[in-house]
Structures are given as C-alpha cells and as structure tokens.
C-alpha cells in the first residue's frame, strides 16, 4: 500500500484593508477587484 501526502496552499486575496494597511479582526471583508481577479482556483 502506497502512502502519501497532500499539502495544500491557501492564499487570502487583496480586500481595501489590506491595501489600506487596516486590521479586519472579526469583521469579513469583501475581495477588492484585484483579489477578484487574482483568484485562482486548481483542482
């Protein structure tokens, strides 16, 4: 039997806080257009 192992990598998208320099803590932000276009999904 062969074992092994799946890493996966998540990357959170551009919002107008982050480009603002401001903490969202435990508000949920929408993605800016850049976050929009910047998306990528693979399978």
Same mark, same amino acid.
């Given at each position: 039997?062969?074992?092994?192992? %799946? %890493?996966?990598? =998540? /990357? @959170?998208?551009?919002?107008? @806080? +982050? /480009? +603002?320099? /401001? @903490?969202?803590?435990? %508000? ?7 976050? %929009? /276009?910047?998306?990528? =999904?693979? +399978?």
């Amino acid at each position: 039997m062969n074992k092994f192992t %799946i %890493i996966n990598t =998540v /990357r @959170y998208g551009e919002t107008d @806080y +982050n /480009r +603002n320099k /401001r @903490y969202a803590g435990t %508000i949920d932000v929408s993605l800016n257009e850049v976050g %929009i /276009r910047d998306t990528v =999904v693979a +399978n």
